[in-house]
């Protein structure tokens, strides 16, 4: 089947620094991607949809210039968390969905990725 | 807009005891339905969907029907284990377009021998 490939599961950063979280489709194209935040015993907030080639999409409320996201091929999509605080510790997550034309196959999901920023 | 609504937990079973998690929906159209699983620590598994209304989605003795007029994807298992404990997370999509998915809140399921 289908798979997403997140990476790195675990990161620890300072405050003020910068994280990139990677997702990857391997087996295949990913035009959409979608990434999300997860609050310790919550659901997952959709903060964004990145698509190939475009400027990628923000949910109200989140913040373009501290969640940079790049699209920059049809199999990967990064999340760039920039200046990083302590309030931006959280599980991150992305998924894609496989074929917006052809037979609907559903979307597959990373294994996300637990930011500690300390 | 579209929504989905489910039962808060936590819930708490002895092993081989009878699941049912409500599921309800608010969307335009014909949504595809899905419930995913997210055990500790992990991202979320996809455990079952159904993509038109009368549908039955199963999966690992788990199931659940698209009931069009009730609006509704309960997701029930006859006997659950211990290692069904986790969280569950109904949610639905479009079937066109690149749309994302969109979640209920979780049910965080407990199961205890």
């Known amino acids: 089947g289908a798979v997403v490939s997140q990476h790195p599961s675990r990161v620890i950063c300072k405050s003020g620094t910068s994280v990139k979280i990677e997702c990857r489709s391997l087996?295949?194209?990913?035009?959409?991607m979608f990434w999300y935040r997860q609050f310790p015993k919550q659901s997952l907030m959709l903060m964004a949809t990145?698509?190939?080639?475009?400027?990628?999409?923000?949910e109200q409320g989140v913040e373009k210039d501290k969640f940079l996201i790049n699209h920059a091929s049809l199999t990967l999509s990064t999340l760039t968390v920039t200046s990083a605080h302590p309030e931006d510790s959280s599980f991150y997550i992305c998924?894609?969905?496989?074929?917006?034309?052809?037979?609907?196959?559903?979307?597959?999901f990373g294994s996300g990725t637990r930011l500690t920023v300390v | 807009g579209n929504s989905v609504t489910q039962m808060e937990g936590p819930v708490t079973l002895s092993e081989e005891a009878f699941l049912t998690i409500n599921c309800t929906y608010t969307?335009?159209?014909?949504?595809?339905l899905f419930w995913y699983v997210q055990y500790p620590g992990e991202g979320l598994q996809l455990l079952l969907k159904?993509?038109?209304?009368?549908d039955k989605g199963s999966n690992k003795g788990f199931e659940a029907t698209y009931r069009k007029e009730t609006t509704s994807f309960h997701l029930e298992k006859g006997s659950v284990q211990v290692s069904d404990s986790a969280v569950y997370f109904c949610a639905l999509s479009r079937n066109s377009g690149n749309t994302p998915l969109v979640f209920g809140k979780g049910t965080r399921l407990s199961v205890i021998a």
């Open positions: 159904a993509t038109k209304a009368d």
């Open positions: 990145s698509n190939e080639g475009s400027k990628a999409t923000y």
């Open positions: 998924s894609a969905r496989q074929s917006a034309q052809g037979p609907f196959y559903g979307y597959t």
């Open positions: 969307a335009t159209g014909y949504p595809s």
């Open positions: 087996d295949f194209q990913a035009t959409t």
